[in-house]
Nanobody, 116 residues
Framework: QVQLVESGGGLVQPGGSLRLSCAAS????????MGWYRQLPGKEREFVAN???????NYGVSAKDRFTISRDRAKGEVFLQMNNLKPEDTGVYYC??????????WGQGTQVTVSA
């Protein structure tokens, strides 16, 4: 059974940083697409960042200049470094991976709270 497990969320003060991690397990498969989404309170899930194939990272408007996505494709791991966090970044962050054989999978989500 393919599973994605996220970690690294928590409470941070405005201006602080967090690094989210997501690791895939249960699948010996190539993962062409790895990314992050988030759901802010009262809002629909939105795109944060992803890496497709061997291309350069793509970022949503809210993530540009503050967040950096990276990955270890061979290990099935994706990361999100978030700097200069703001209260409006508070929400649940989900990793998403598109497996070549198993299709799209989502993590369970990790809570990020930015508050003084």
């Amino acid at each position: 059974q393919v599973q994605l497990v996220e970690s690294g969320g928590g409470l941070v003060q405005p201006g602080g940083s967090l690094r989210l991690s997501c690791a895939a397990s249960g699948a010996d498969d190539d993962i062409p697409v790895m990314g992050w989404y988030r759901q802010l309170p009262g809002k629909e899930r939105e795109f944060v960042a992803n890496i497709i194939g061997g291309g350069t990272p793509n970022y949503g408007v809210s993530a540009k200049d503050r967040f950096t996505i990276s990955r270890d494709r061979a290990k099935g791991e994706v990361f999100l470094q978030m700097n200069n966090l703001k209260p409006e970044d508070t929400g649940v962050y989900y990793c998403q991976m598109l497996f070549r054989t198993y299709g799209s999978k989502w993590g369970q989500g990790t809570q990020v709270t930015v508050s003084a």
